[in-house]
């Protein structure tokens, strides 16, 4: 078998971006910074054995509000966006499958540039939220909470139309699955008035998780994309799996689910890279849950039997 994926090379990325998230209380700044040096205590990349390692430094973490836009940190996230962008694209190798490890969501902003400034892409957005809301309706202003609405256009200009490739992905070209937060009615108003298709997780469930995968890699090839990219938020897991995040919901995938829908799309030659966010190791102090999580990552993207 094969020690690589589709025998293809694979590089990480590593952006430790925590602006994106507004920090609890308790908290001198969100945890999620340290994710890929955790990753790697964890013997993720060594069992990646990667081509090569990237890493992108991250600004300090702040906590600036602005009161026109509604939003945090959208100055210092548009800026390193842009860096992310140029990092990428320089070193880029379309025979080469990526791993990108956040940092918090709003890294989607960058790797979405730099996928539009490379050709038309889907998105794959598995989450446990939508993140799909106009900054109006966001209690925080935090821009991990809305990723998915600016990198279709929707939000504040700095964000959504940076050196003016408004939209980064086009609706029509995403599939958002996953989200358990379906008791606000505003909230899932907002996604299900847009032209993106959407599975909540109970909707997921229904169609089925590698269906689900398999209706979006034909969509892929109906519209004649250049390729896709995969986001992965860790709270899509069930919460007794994964409650090392900054925002749980009780009900999520387990990692039979995970497989099931992730592996026909890593294993896709169409499949620029998968993007992993939020596991905070403040969360998880002794890796009881971390452990579990890098060893079942590894069986998808090496494609390992159980």
């Known amino acids: 078998?094969?020690?690589?994926?589709?025998?293809?090379?694979?590089?990480?990325?590593?952006?430790?971006?925590?602006?994106?998230?507004?920090?609890?209380?308790?908290?001198?700044?969100?945890?999620?910074?340290?994710?890929?040096?955790?990753?790697?205590?964890?013997?993720?990349?060594?069992?990646?054995?990667?081509?090569?390692?990237?890493?992108?430094?991250?600004?300090?973490?702040?906590?600036?509000?602005?009161?026109?836009?509604?939003?945090?940190?959208?100055?210092?996230?548009?800026?390193?966006?842009?860096?992310?962008?140029?990092?990428?694209?320089?070193?880029?190798?379309?025979?080469?499958?990526?791993?990108?490890?956040?940092?918090?969501?709003?890294?989607?902003?960058?790797?979405?540039?730099?996928?539009?400034?490379?050709?038309?892409?889907?998105?794959?957005?598995?989450?446990?939220?939508?993140?799909?809301?106009?900054?109006?309706?966001?209690?925080?202003?935090?821009i991990a909470g809305m990723d998915l609405a600016i990198v279709s256009g929707i939000g504040p200009e700095a964000l959504t139309n940076i050196d003016g490739l408004n939209p980064y992905f086009s609706e029509e070209n995403i599939f958002c699955c996953g989200n358990a937060e379906t008791d606000d009615e505003e909230y899932v108003h907002q996604i299900i008035n847009s032209s993106i298709h959407y599975y909540d997780l109970e909707g997921l469930r229904k169609n089925g998780f590698r269906k689900t995968a398999e209706n979006f890699l034909d969509m892929i090839s109906e519209r004649e994309l250049d390729g896709f990219f995969i986001h992965f938020d860790v709270d899509a897991l069930k919460d007794e799996i994964m409650p090392a995040v900054d925002s749980r919901m009780a009900d999520g995938l387990s990692y039979k689910d995970l497989k099931e829908i992730l592996t026909p799309l890593i294993h896709h030659p169409e499949c620029m890279g998968i993007e992993i966010t939020i596991l905070d190791p403040d969360y998880d102090k002794n890796g009881t849950y971390t452990r579990p999580f890098v060893e079942n990552l590894i069986q998808i993207i090496r494609n390992k039997e159980d």
Request: charged share 25%; with cysteine.
């Open 1 to 142: 078998m094969s020690k690589f994926i589709m025998n293809r090379d694979i590089n990480i990325f590593e952006f430790p971006l925590n602006l994106g998230l507004t920090k609890k209380e308790h908290e001198i700044e969100p945890g999620v910074r340290k994710l890929p040096d955790w990753l790697r205590k964890f013997d993720f990349h060594k069992q990646i054995d990667p081509k090569n390692i990237f890493t992108l430094e991250a600004p300090p973490y702040t906590m600036d509000f602005d009161e026109e836009t509604r939003v945090r940190n959208a100055d210092g996230i548009a800026g390193y966006a842009r860096k992310q962008a140029e990092f990428i694209l320089r070193n880029y190798n379309k025979n080469i499958f990526n791993i990108i490890l956040g940092g918090d969501c709003s890294i989607l902003i960058g790797n979405a540039v730099a996928l539009k400034k490379l050709g038309k892409f889907g998105l794959f957005y598995l989450d446990g939220h939508t993140d799909f809301i106009p900054p109006q309706l966001s209690e925080s202003g935090g």
